[in-house]
């Protein structure tokens, strides 16, 4: 008898009721090893493969983390959005169920789409990558600025809170009282500026190195809100890689100019230097939460390192640098 994961009904009906499967053709499961918010499943149709994510409504952390499943409606409507702008930057959406929580989308195989993380890890640091993530960024968030519509499409404020402000700058102001009233009025300044379409989670895990660039994936945090945040995000990561891996720090230090200035080329929807200071100010912080909030990065275990990522966080949280190639320049 096999052990392997078999999915509930609600997922085989989804994909029934869609018609993607093919008469005579079985439907092969298998449960993808994702992130901490939903369940994924590979579903092999014979002559394709797709994607079908369902979110969770108790993350899977040692932490209390609950979240609304809408989000997984947010997320869809994010690749929607971006399907029509930056076609080759997302998968291909393929269906949907509201009420389930469910979508379907185009399964990228690993072959041809790494994840960014493995390979930062790994040590191959790609500069020319970390470039045309950053213009992406800036694409999505330009095409997407000041629009009305897209602005009521994604008030997700709520989620957003539960998911990222919560977890991240609250937890950790609970931690440090010393910061506590600057990571709060962080968590207040972002949650107030509402400029264009967010990610909320930039992270290299939800990167794919695809053949025509990066392909982004895991939208669950999806907001029209502080463009910022995802540029900080993505930026905090690759500090934090470095640390791992200190022989390629070099090339970690030029990937994070390189990303700053391509996402900063695009900006257009307000003054460049207002999204960068915000950036600068939300990055410490959230250096901070990965070590100490809700959900700390799994790859860094020695605590001379984690005092390291500590001490230079609150130092810049009492002292905010405006300029983000100054703390490139400070952190490598």
Request: with cysteine; proline share 7%; net charge positive.
């Given at each position: 008898m096999s052990n392997a994961p078999v999915p509930d009904r609600d997922l085989v009906r989804f994909v029934e009721a869609h018609g993607l499967t093919r008469p005579g053709v079985k439907a092969r499961w298998q449960e993808l090893a994702g992130g901490v918010s939903s369940d994924i499943w590979k579903v092999d149709l014979g002559d394709r493969a797709i994607?079908?994510?369902?979110?969770?409504?108790?993350?899977?952390?040692?932490?209390?983390?609950?979240?609304?499943?809408s989000r997984n409606a947010y997320e869809w409507a994010w690749m929607q959005f971006v399907s029509e702008h930056c076609p080759a930057n997302v998968p291909t959406p393929i269906a949907q169920d509201v009420e389930a929580g469910l979508f379907a989308m185009a399964y990228l195989e690993p072959e041809d789409h790494p994840v960014w993380k493995q390979q930062l890890l790994a040590g191959e640091v790609d500069v020319d990558l970390a470039a045309a993530v950053g213009k992406v960024l800036g694409a999505i968030h330009a095409e997407s600025a000041w629009r009305i519509d897209v602005a009521k499409r994604f008030d997700t404020i709520e989620s957003f809170y539960a998911l990222r402000l919560e977890p991240y700058l609250v937890a950790t102001a609970a931690r440090y009282p010393e910061v506590s009233a600057a990571l709060l009025a962080l968590v207040a300044q972002t949650a107030g500026t509402t400029h264009a379409l967010v990610h909320g989670d930039v992270s290299p895990k939800n990167i794919l190195a695809g053949p025509r660039g990066p392909v982004l994936l895991d939208a669950e945090c999806a907001w029209y809100g502080d463009p910022a945040f995802d540029l900080a995000f993505c930026l905090n990561h690759l500090m934090l890689k470095a640390v791992v891996v200190p022989s390629r720090s070099?090339?970690?230090a030029r990937s994070f100019m390189a990303l700053m200035?391509?996402?900063?080329?695009?900006?257009?929807?307000?003054?460049?230097?207002?999204?960068?200071?915000?950036?600068?100010k939300l990055l410490p912080g959230l250096l901070l939460a990965r070590i100490d909030g809700k959900s700390p990065v799994e790859y860094i275990t020695d605590e001379q390192d984690k005092d390291r990522v500590r001490g230079f966080a609150v130092g810049l949280i009492k002292h905010p640098s405006q300029e983000l190639s100054d703390i490139c320049r400070r952190w490598f």
């Open positions: 994607c079908v994510k369902r979110a969770l409504p108790q993350l899977k952390v040692a932490a209390v983390w609950e979240a609304p499943v070099a090339e970690f200035r391509s996402y900063l080329d695009q900006v257009g929807w307000e003054p460049a230097h207002d999204v960068q200071r915000r950036a600068a």
